[in-house]
Nanobody, 128 residues
Framework: QLHLVESGGGLVQPGGSLRLSCAVS????????IGWFRQAPGKEREGVSC????????VYAGSVKGRFTISRDSAKNTVYLQMNSLKPEDTDIYYC?????????????????????WGQGTHVTVSS
């Protein structure tokens, strides 16, 4: 069982930056791929970015490619999502999620249905 806690959300002006953090606790000796997803009430969930267990493989949604960067610090059991050049359409609730994965297996997609453990979400609002 894993426990995930997101932090770092807030209100930012268009063009600004935020860094989200996902702290993972529990059976962290196992290997997990981690993903960031976003969803507002009444909207479909979107896979924003996912990262492999080793951190060597990443996937981004086309809407954020070139603006967002996912990374993980295994020593801290934390995954980050650096969000730059934010736009009003990035406003959403951001969730991190985890799924079991063999060490080093690359991620080739970012589908929420494949993820087993979820955090409670953090709100991101991009507005002037």
């Amino acid at each position: 069982q894993l426990h995930l806690v997101e932090s770092g959300g807030g209100l930012v002006q268009p063009g600004g930056s935020l860094r989200l953090s996902c702290a993972v606790s529990g059976f962290t000796s196992d290997y997990y791929a981690i993903g960031w997803f976003r969803q507002a009430p009444g909207k479909e969930r979107e896979g924003v970015s996912c990262i492999s267990s080793s951190g060597g493989s990443t996937v981004y949604a086309g809407s954020v490619k070139g603006r967002f960067t996912i990374s993980r610090d295994s020593a801290k059991n934390t995954v980050y999502l650096q969000m730059n050049s934010l736009k009003p359409e990035d406003t959403d609730i951001y969730y991190c999620a985890a799924r079991h994965s063999d060490w080093g297996t690359p991620v080739v997609r970012c589908l929420g249905d494949e993820y087993e453990y979820w955090g409670q979400g953090t709100h991101v609002t991009v507005s002037s």
